[in-house]
């Protein structure tokens, strides 16, 4: 069976166990929710008004012009194909509850650190949002253990929703026993994805590379045969290495290194770690020559203009790809698993939460709701470049590179949680391993990098 053909059975996702031991390991707070790509410094800003007659939009998500009522939402969705997808969700929302009156306030910047502090800040004051963009799992125990997020698990998770999710994605919306967050996507980390027409003129199969190393050397023979830049990688901020970095070591090492790694036995795997740091090294020197001043999107930009052949990102940067014109998959861009992780399906998921001292508990109830249904994610979905958490979404409408990551999804053998995207790792690891690669991007120091990773644990 092909991309293109798939029967009913097939266009809904198979109940398997998704990302084992996920609610052991996830551990993240405020200060590991600051590294999703999709809200980068430099990535496209929201234009006019995003809400499609919505008001309030700050730019900052630090309130603005919400009224008593006013569902307003903090989000960092802002680059390309993710505000279309953000923009998709809320028309599909305004159709069902025409009268919700939608103050739309992204918090763009810094890989989505912005989003932190203005959370912060606005919850502990008891000023929230109606509510806001949070990575499910124990990203939300700051907030379960101070009582400041609703028990939904009545109000929202009816017996049809939590029947229809991944089991396990249940879990993560219910770090402290209650449920407490509607997850709204899954997205796939250890993607590489290329140009068809540069790499086929440089003379490179990608299906052909199956390890990290022969990744350098393809990138090399991208540099010696054509103009384009081999690797379309941003280092102005650190997340971008550090998944990167993340990829390369389960490629070479696998998974149950990498498992031990995370679990915070680093000594024992000294070489493996300095191994992957030095390949990083290897592949830096395939970067844009502004790498330190580009966002996520304006490299994968250069991608899709022909400039660039390969590019390390999740797959919300088909959603960019989907949104230029005439860049068709299989034709203009493609995708493998990056070298050495076939069997693995690394993920990141996103959601919303019912913060207490709501200023719209009506609206926002609605919102959480619709959130969770199969409309509002067989609308956000393919637009995003992401799968559903619900089984039951039909995929007809999800073209042929989300039908293969779904399948890849049911095919994997495992579903490992992501340091960089914070689910993997203790708030101030998580900070620590950040501030590692970030001084690593700059001087490429192996030694210095290595005991700085060793001692954030």
């Known amino acids: 069976m092909n991309d293109h053909e798939r029967d009913d059975d097939a266009n809904r996702l198979t109940r398997r166990h998704y990302v084992a031991g996920a609610g052991a390991a996830v551990a993240v707070g405020l200060a590991g929710c600051s590294d999703d790509p999709e809200g980068d410094i430099g990535a496209t800003e929201t234009e006019g008004d995003s809400g499609g007659g919505s008001g309030g939009d700050t730019e900052d998500g630090s309130g603005g012009d919400a009224e008593e009522g006013d569902l307003e939402i903090v989000h960092w969705w802002t680059a390309g194909g993710e505000q279309d997808a953000?923009?998709?969700?809320?028309?599909?929302?305004?159709?069902?509850y025409p009268d919700v009156e939608i103050v739309d306030n992204p918090a763009p910047g810094g890989a989505g650190s912005a989003i932190d502090a203005v959370i912060q800040n606005r919850v502990l004051d008891g000023d929230p949002p109606s509510t806001f963009q949070i990575w499910p799992g124990q990203a939300l125990t700051p907030y379960t253990d101070e009582d400041l997020l609703e028990d939904i698990g009545d109000s929202v998770w009816t017996d049809e929703m939590e029947e229809a999710y991944l089991g396990d994605i249940v879990d993560l919306a219910r770090p402290a026993g209650n449920l407490v967050a509607v997850p709204i996507n899954i997205?796939?980390?250890?993607?590489?994805?290329?140009?068809?027409?540069?790499?086929?003129?440089?003379?490179?199969d990608p299906t052909d590379i199956n390890d990290p190393q022969q990744l350098a050397d393809a990138l090399q023979t991208v540099a010696d045969e054509t103009d384009a830049t081999p690797l379309a990688h941003q280092t102005q901020s650190p997340w971008s290495s550090l998944q990167l970095w993340e990829s390369i070591f389960i490629g070479m090492q696998g998974v149950d290194a990498y498992r031990t790694f995370i679990d915070g036995d680093v000594?024992?795997?000294?070489?493996?770690?300095?191994?992957?740091?030095?390949?990083?090294?290897?592949?830096?020197?395939?970067?844009?020559?502004?790498?330190?001043?580009?966002?996520?999107?304006?490299?994968?930009?250069?991608?899709i203009e022909g400039d660039a052949a390969f590019i390390h990102q999740g797959d919300w940067a088909a959603g960019q790809y989907r949104a230029a014109d005439g860049f068709e998959f299989g034709e203009g861009w493609d995708m493998v698993a990056f070298p050495g992780t076939t069997s693995v399906y690394q993920s990141v998921i996103d959601s919303f939460v019912f913060p207490t001292n709501n200023p719209s508990p009506e609206a926002t109830e609605k919102f959480l709701s619709y959130a969770g249904s199969v409309d509002a994610q067989a609308r956000f979905n393919p637009v995003k470049g992401s799968i559903p958490p619900r089984t039951d979404v039909p995929t007809d409408d999800f073209g042929p590179f989300l039908s293969r990551q779904i399948e890849d999804f049911n095919n994997s053998n495992t579903q490992p949680p992501s340091i960089a995207h914070g689910t993997s790792v203790a708030p101030s690891v998580h900070s620590s391993l950040e501030e590692a690669f970030a001084n690593f991007n700059g001087n490429g120091d192996v030694d210095e990098a290595y005991q700085a990773i060793a001692n954030s644990f």
């Open 86 to 96: 953000y923009q998709a969700l809320l028309d599909g929302f305004r159709e069902e």
């Open 187 to 204: 997205h796939r980390l250890n993607n590489l994805f290329y140009n068809v027409e540069v790499v086929e003129s440089a003379n490179v």
């Open 267 to 303: 000594s024992s795997l000294e070489t493996e770690v300095r191994n992957a740091l030095e390949l990083l090294n290897t592949y830096s020197e395939f970067f844009p020559e502004d790498a330190g001043s580009i966002s996520w999107d304006q490299g994968n930009s250069a991608l």
